[in-house]
């Protein structure tokens, strides 16, 4: 039986998702299975939803679903709760399961590259990713973080999924990030250049980088670390690790070929 499965969102044209995913089905040998990418808005999901039929398997979810898909989904798994927003939708039996495969995503990025124990680390922008990054922060061991915003009151949201996951949370100004660097890992969830300005401090720092941008790449905060020698993970190998979580998901299958996927979206990087 044919299946589908779409990557949602607005704006979508530039998703890596369809690369990712139709790499796994191929490699899989999964030749009925189609994934495509929709231009959906918030307004736009729940008529979307309806329209779908039973050869529907899942669907990714990026800006700006992940919190209306909670609303309209069957069942919502814990972590999706916990985090609020789910980048998932998984389609069986006529019902919705929402979940979170973003924080998979880190937390395998992370692990893959020699980061998975961090003593400490300095979170820099206070949105939705920043809520994934506490709960992968939480899963590889710290009860503590900082957390670097432009404005702390802005903060509330991500310094509660914190909470909720047993990691306390302790909030400053993105004016302040020079002070607080030692630490063994910063997370940069910051879009486009909005971190340039901290390339120099978090460079002489010596902690390792995260930094989730992974077009253009690298960034000026990557090259910056990445000249003195330093580790750092870019925001692919989160992409990858959380569509591979996807497809195992969606699939029900636990042979997915990661490096496939890898390749694929390597060589749609390059190319673009």
Do not use: C
């Not at 999901?45 to 989904?73: I, N, V, Y």
């Not at 998975?116 to 506490?134: D, M, Q, Y």
């Amino acid at each position: 039986m044919a299946r589908r499965a779409a990557v949602l969102g607005s704006p979508i044209t530039h998703s890596l998702s369809p690369v990712l995913h139709r790499a796994a089905y191929a490699a899989m040998g999964l030749d009925e299975w189609s994934y495509e990418a929709f231009e959906v808005d918030e307004a736009g999901l729940a008529p979307f939803l309806d329209g779908l039929g039973g050869d529907w398997a899942g669907l990714s979810l990026t800006m700006p679903l992940k919190r209306e898909a909670l609303k309209l989904a069957d069942s919502v798994s814990d972590l999706a709760a916990a985090v609020g927003g789910a980048n998932t939708l998984l389609l069986r039996d006529g019902r919705r399961h929402a979940d979170n495969t973003d924080v998979h995503g880190i937390v395998a990025a992370l692990t893959e590259a020699g980061l998975g124990a961090p003593a400490s680390a300095l979170v820099l922008g206070g949105g939705a990713t920043a809520a994934s990054a506490f709960a992968a922060l939480a899963r590889l061991g710290l009860t503590e973080a900082g957390l670097a915003v432009r404005s702390p009151e802005r903060a509330a949201e991500a310094v509660e999924v914190g909470r909720r996951l047993g990691l306390e949370v302790r909030v400053g100004t993105l004016a302040e990030v020079a002070g607080r660097l030692d630490v063994d890992l910063v997370v940069s969830t910051l879009p486009g250049t909005a971190a340039d300005a901290f390339a120099g401090p978090v460079a002489a720092s010596r902690a390792a980088l995260f930094d989730v941008v992974y077009a253009p790449w690298p960034t000026t905060l990557a090259a910056a670390v990445a000249a003195r020698g330093g580790t750092v993970v870019g925001g692919f190998a989160m992409l990858l690790h959380q569509a591979v979580r996807q497809v195992a998901l969606m699939t029900g299958r636990d042979d997915v070929p990661v490096e496939a996927m890898r390749a694929a979206g390597e060589a749609e990087l390059s190319r673009r």
